[in-house]
């Protein structure tokens, strides 16, 4: 116990100090972790030392989370979309890179089956570095982000083709094992089946993952939901990520392949936002302890011994698998920026290739040696991938090709409507209503989610959802919409999201309810440009009944009511301009009270108020009494 | 060169043809300014001293409306009611309207035989606008023939092209004419 807390002390405490220094220098979260994994690791500090390895196995379930989360954002329309990408891209880019990474070592004089398998394993590209880091850069839709992610994905697919193909190269065929060491990509349970049984279990655990996610597990989790048990909610999103994984393992499937299938079965269902935010903080730490872990496990001594030649196989290897990937986007016809950010994006080695060679090296398909030195030279060629990012960030990036790119026609809008409404409490549900009535169709997203369960009932168009993704209000139309109406009350959350939202979606117009005069105050000043305080008409509609119920006449008094409220609105836009400074504020403030009272007091001394002036007979009286009445008098 | 203001007052400018018509050949004109009253103050809380400073800041007032039950639409009436004030307006020290004109634009329903003495409503347009006439009067203005837009119901879109584009001739006669900004000056 105590040696486990140690040891989760120094990696929080080394990502935490890494990252947000890594982030703050334009690097990104993944070269973060990596430096961090490289500083604690056995060649600078040595504070973890030979479990880096197992770390990194356990670690590695990070990826098979991240590979949920991707599915439950990709619904199986998109999915089919990429489907030419998928297959083409994806098979061209594993036989072009194993056959030019062989013929390469061939050429450098190793045995072909080596060449081949070394080839093969170095085809795999790091699912979690370049997803990390594209969605970190918000490259996720770009050309370059979905046609990697149709890569990765194939590559995802093409471990287990490998996986058994790779003993059939082994140096002394005699030593070959069946395939289940290595990691998590192993079969346990078919392995002794022949093989039409093991086609027909893989099928059929497929079909059950799919029909199960369909229909057992959004009535599962409704029921949970209903508890309003936050941690069961999060317990039950775990049981299903790690049940998928485990389900895939028995059946010799990718635990990752498994759970991406059952992310994409789920991203019809209303859970799919709750979900995600589930799994994201796993997902996120998980993946933050893997990149640590490859840091950590850079052997350095190795490296210092056999430096030319370590450096030599980098370099080779990120230019030839950039040279294929560049070869391909060539031929997808893509755009010659996206093209580069595609060739350098999958330009590494990844974790599976850590897998792989693991693998390998028991079946005796790759020597100790081969192997060690190209676990080290994928190591370098991850930690590589987010420095060639930034590059390509600063020196090719157009201002067209990044990632605001409104101009590409985004896939599944549903909501082709004028309106969406952030947040369905009271507030937004009758401003709903009220559009609703007046014939204006409305995309509506909520966070609660018995309160989307119940209107889903009532037959409103309303979903789950996290209104700050930007990929999220881009499937809720706002490419299309002309207004959004944000009503969930939280000033700091509206902030920010106003401020995504005018970057991302520069012609919507935003409506914000504030809370309060602060609220009020602090919306003003992240320029959100209508700005409706929550309680200000109804607690002038309570005064206007208040003062009534004294005597006064109701006309007088919503007259009142409405000199009150526009004297209110000119005020409450000069102070925002100073509500940061107290001092400055309270003078002013004091001073437009001062003024509205003594406007309204006019009443008091027997007159009307002065812009009912028209209506006091008090000047009229005065120039005309003595006189016969005239017109008005 | 005179300063053309035009108030419009429709409170129901969906269900309108003519008036729409109008207000569309003359929002954009040059040396115009178009304010519409009803989109200014839906809750009839006219502001007062920003109606005074645009008052002051032309020569040529056009009241555009269409004739509800004789009269002008109650946003209009509101409008003088709290515009028009005491030593501003009128009385003694009240001569801020003073030699400006005021032009009346109206469209009614009813066709000009079905208005005067003995006609179906019994008395003429000019009767009907007597109130207004006074009002302008009161504040030394200088009341304009009214432009008269009549028998709505029975137009057809060629008809309504015609009268629009006949109060943009006029609007466009007073943004061009000098006698009015003198006499106001």
Same mark, same amino acid.
């Given at each position: 116990m105590q040696a486990f807390l140690v040891a989760a002390t120094v990696y929080l405490a080394a990502a935490v100090v890494a990252v947000p220094v890594a982030k703050r220098m334009g690097l990104g979260s993944v070269l973060g972790y990596l430096i961090a994994g490289v500083v604690i690791?056995?060649?600078?500090?040595?504070?973890?030392?030979? !479990?880096?390895?197992?770390?990194?196995?356990?670690?590695?379930?990070?990826?098979?989370?991240?590979?949920?989360?991707?599915?439950? @954002?990709? !619904?199986?329309?998109?999915?089919?979309?990429?489907?030419?990408?998928?297959?083409?891209?994806?098979?061209?880019?594993?036989?072009?890179?194993?056959?030019?990474?062989?013929?390469?070592?061939?050429?450098?004089?190793?045995?072909?089956?080596?060449?081949?398998?070394?080839?093969?394993i170095l085809a795999m590209s790091s699912t979690a570095i370049v997803l990390q880091s594209l969605q @970190?850069?918000?490259?996720?839709?770009?050309?370059?982000?979905?046609?990697?992610?149709?890569?990765?994905?194939?590559?995802?697919?093409?471990?287990?083709?490998?996986?058994?193909?790779?003993?059939?190269?082994?140096?002394?065929?005699?030593?070959?094992?069946?395939?289940?060491?290595?990691?998590?990509?192993?079969?346990?349970?078919? @392995?002794?089946?022949?093989?039409?049984?093991?086609?027909?279990?893989?099928?059929?655990?497929v079909a059950l993952l799919v029909g199960v996610g369909r229909s057992v597990v959004p009535a599962a989790f409704r029921l949970i939901a209903r508890a309003r048990l936050r941690e069961t909610f999060t317990a039950a999103a775990l049981l299903l990520v790690i049940g998928i994984a485990v389900l895939m393992q028995f059946v010799g499937l990718s635990p990752a392949l498994g759970t991406f299938l059952g992310g994409v079965v789920l991203a019809t269902s209303e859970f799919r936002h709750e979900l995600e935010s589930d799994i994201e903080p796993f997902k996120g730490l998980l993946l933050g302890l893997f990149f640590i872990a490859v840091g950590a496990s850079i052997d350095f001594p190795l490296i210092g011994r056999e430096l030319g030649t370590v450096l030599?196989?980098?370099?080779?290897?990120?230019?030839?698998?950039?040279?294929?990937?560049?070869?391909?986007?060539?031929?997808?016809?893509?755009?010659?920026?996206?093209r580069l950010l595609f060739a350098l994006a999958l330009a590494q080695g990844g974790e599976f290739c850590f897998v792989l060679l693991s693998f390998a090296t028991q079946n005796r398909v790759l020597p100790e040696r081969v192997a060690g030195l190209l676990v080290a030279?994928?190591?370098?060629?991850?930690?590589?991938?987010?420095?060639?990012?930034?590059?390509?960030?600063?020196?090719?990036?157009?201002?067209?090709?990044s990632a605001t790119d409104a101009g590409r026609p985004h896939d599944d809008v549903h909501g082709e409507h004028a309106v969406i409404i952030v947040g369905f409490g009271d507030f937004g549900s009758t401003v709903g209503r009220y559009l609703n009535a007046n014939g204006v169709d409305t995309t509506v997203l909520d966070l609660d989610s018995d309160r989307v369960d119940?209107?889903?009932?009532?037959?409103?168009?309303?979903?789950?959802?996290?209104?700050?993704?930007?990929?999220?209000?881009?499937?809720?139309?706002?490419?299309?919409?002309?207004?959004?109406?944000?009503?969930?009350?939280?000033? !700091?959350?509206?902030?920010?999201?106003?401020?995504?939202?005018?970057?991302?979606?520069?012609?919507?117009?935003?409506?914000?309810?504030?809370?309060?005069?602060?609220?009020?105050? @602090?919306?003003?000043e992240a320029e959100v440009p209508h700005v409706v305080r929550e309680s200000l008409d109804s607690a002038l509609h309570?005064?206007?009944?208040?003062?009534?119920?004294?005597?006064?006449?109701?006309? !007088?008094?919503?007259?009142?009511?409405?000199?009150? =409220? =526009?004297?209110?609105?000119?005020?409450l836009r000069e102070l925002a301009k100073v509500f940061r400074d107290r001092a400055a504020h309270l003078s002013l403030a004091r001073e437009a009270i001062r003024d509205l009272e003594q406007s309204m007091r006019a009443d008091a001394t027997g007159g009307v108020p002065p812009d009912d002036g028209a209506w006091d007979p008090e000047s009229l009286r005065a120039e005309f009494g003595a006189r016969p009445p005239s017109a008005t008098g | 060169?005179?300063?053309?203001?035009?108030?419009?007052?429709?409170?129901?400018?969906?269900?309108?043809?003519?008036?729409?018509?109008?207000?569309?050949?003359?929002?954009?004109?040059?040396?115009?300014?178009?304010?519409?009253?009803? /989109?200014?103050?839906?809750?009839?809380?006219?502001?007062?001293?920003? /109606?005074?400073?645009?008052?002051?800041?032309?020569?040529?007032?056009?009241?555009?409306?269409?004739?509800?039950?004789?009269?002008?639409p109650p946003l209009v009436k509101q409008w003088f009611d709290l515009v028009l004030e005491h030593g501003w307006a009128y009385g003694s020290q009240g001569r801020a309207l003073e030699g400006k004109v005021l032009q009346v634009a109206l469209s009614a329903g009813g066709r000009a035989q079905a208005y005067g003495p003995g006609s179906f409503n019994g008395y003429s347009i000019a009767q009907f606008l007597a109130p207004v006439e006074a009002t302008v009067r009161l504040c030394r203005m200088r009341w304009a023939e009214p432009f008269t837009v009549m028998g709505t119901h029975m137009m057809g879109a060629a008809d309504i092209r015609e009268a629009a584009a006949r109060y943009a001739a006029l609007v466009r006669g007073y943004v061009e004419s000098d006698a009015v900004a003198a006499g106001g000056r």
């Amino acid at each position: 116990m105590q040696a486990f807390l140690v040891a989760a002390t120094v990696y929080l405490a080394a990502a935490v100090v890494a990252v947000p220094v890594a982030k703050r220098m334009g690097l990104g979260s993944v070269l973060g972790y990596l430096i961090a994994g490289v500083v604690i690791g056995p060649s600078v500090l040595g504070f973890v030392g030979a !479990e880096g390895q197992d770390v990194m196995h356990a670690a590695e379930f990070g990826v098979v989370m991240m590979l949920f989360v991707v599915g439950l @954002e990709l !619904e199986p329309a998109l999915l089919w979309r990429l489907r030419g990408a998928l297959a083409g891209l994806g098979g061209l880019q594993v036989a072009g890179t194993a056959a030019a990474v062989g013929a390469a070592g061939v050429a450098f004089g190793l045995p072909w089956r080596t060449a081949l398998a070394s080839g093969l394993i170095l085809a795999m590209s790091s699912t979690a570095i370049v997803l990390q880091s594209l969605q @970190e850069r918000g490259w996720m839709k770009t050309d370059a982000g979905q046609k990697s992610f149709a890569v990765l994905l194939f590559q995802d697919l093409a471990v287990i083709p490998i996986l058994a193909v790779l003993p059939l190269l082994a140096l002394a065929p005699e030593g070959a094992a069946a395939p289940g060491g290595g990691g998590s990509h192993g079969g346990a349970f078919v @392995e002794h089946l022949p093989g039409w049984q093991r086609a027909l279990v893989t099928i059929g655990a497929v079909a059950l993952l799919v029909g199960v996610g369909r229909s057992v597990v959004p009535a599962a989790f409704r029921l949970i939901a209903r508890a309003r048990l936050r941690e069961t909610f999060t317990a039950a999103a775990l049981l299903l990520v790690i049940g998928i994984a485990v389900l895939m393992q028995f059946v010799g499937l990718s635990p990752a392949l498994g759970t991406f299938l059952g992310g994409v079965v789920l991203a019809t269902s209303e859970f799919r936002h709750e979900l995600e935010s589930d799994i994201e903080p796993f997902k996120g730490l998980l993946l933050g302890l893997f990149f640590i872990a490859v840091g950590a496990s850079i052997d350095f001594p190795l490296i210092g011994r056999e430096l030319g030649t370590v450096l030599g196989l980098v370099a080779g290897l990120v230019l030839l698998k950039a040279a294929v990937l560049y070869a391909l986007g060539t031929g997808a016809r893509m755009g010659r920026d996206q093209r580069l950010l595609f060739a350098l994006a999958l330009a590494q080695g990844g974790e599976f290739c850590f897998v792989l060679l693991s693998f390998a090296t028991q079946n005796r398909v790759l020597p100790e040696r081969v192997a060690g030195l190209l676990v080290a030279t994928v190591a370098l060629s991850m930690a590589m991938t987010p420095l060639l990012l930034v590059a390509w960030e600063r020196f090719v990036a157009t201002r067209a090709s990044s990632a605001t790119d409104a101009g590409r026609p985004h896939d599944d809008v549903h909501g082709e409507h004028a309106v969406i409404i952030v947040g369905f409490g009271d507030f937004g549900s009758t401003v709903g209503r009220y559009l609703n009535a007046n014939g204006v169709d409305t995309t509506v997203l909520d966070l609660d989610s018995d309160r989307v369960d119940v209107l889903r009932r009532l037959g409103l168009r309303v979903f789950y959802g996290d209104a700050s993704r930007e990929d999220l209000l881009r499937s809720a139309g706002a490419d299309t919409a002309k207004l959004i109406i944000l009503t969930s009350g939280d000033t !700091e959350a509206m902030r920010t999201l106003a401020g995504r939202i005018r970057h991302a979606f520069p012609h919507l117009t935003i409506l914000a309810r504030a809370s309060g005069r602060v609220g009020a105050y @602090e919306l003003i000043e992240a320029e959100v440009p209508h700005v409706v305080r929550e309680s200000l008409d109804s607690a002038l509609h309570l005064g206007v009944e208040a003062l009534h119920l004294l005597g006064v006449r109701r006309h !007088e008094a919503w007259r009142a009511a409405q000199r009150f =409220r =526009r004297h209110d609105d000119a005020t409450l836009r000069e102070l925002a301009k100073v509500f940061r400074d107290r001092a400055a504020h309270l003078s002013l403030a004091r001073e437009a009270i001062r003024d509205l009272e003594q406007s309204m007091r006019a009443d008091a001394t027997g007159g009307v108020p002065p812009d009912d002036g028209a209506w006091d007979p008090e000047s009229l009286r005065a120039e005309f009494g003595a006189r016969p009445p005239s017109a008005t008098g | 060169m005179s300063r053309v203001l035009i108030l419009f007052a429709h409170p129901a400018l969906r269900t309108s043809r003519v008036q729409r018509a109008m207000a569309d050949a003359v929002r954009d004109l040059p040396g115009v300014t178009f304010h519409d009253l009803y /989109e200014a103050y839906p809750d009839f809380d006219v502001d007062v001293p920003a /109606e005074q400073a645009r008052l002051s800041a032309h020569d040529v007032i056009v009241l555009q409306h269409p004739l509800y039950w004789y009269s002008v639409p109650p946003l209009v009436k509101q409008w003088f009611d709290l515009v028009l004030e005491h030593g501003w307006a009128y009385g003694s020290q009240g001569r801020a309207l003073e030699g400006k004109v005021l032009q009346v634009a109206l469209s009614a329903g009813g066709r000009a035989q079905a208005y005067g003495p003995g006609s179906f409503n019994g008395y003429s347009i000019a009767q009907f606008l007597a109130p207004v006439e006074a009002t302008v009067r009161l504040c030394r203005m200088r009341w304009a023939e009214p432009f008269t837009v009549m028998g709505t119901h029975m137009m057809g879109a060629a008809d309504i092209r015609e009268a629009a584009a006949r109060y943009a001739a006029l609007v466009r006669g007073y943004v061009e004419s000098d006698a009015v900004a003198a006499g106001g000056r």
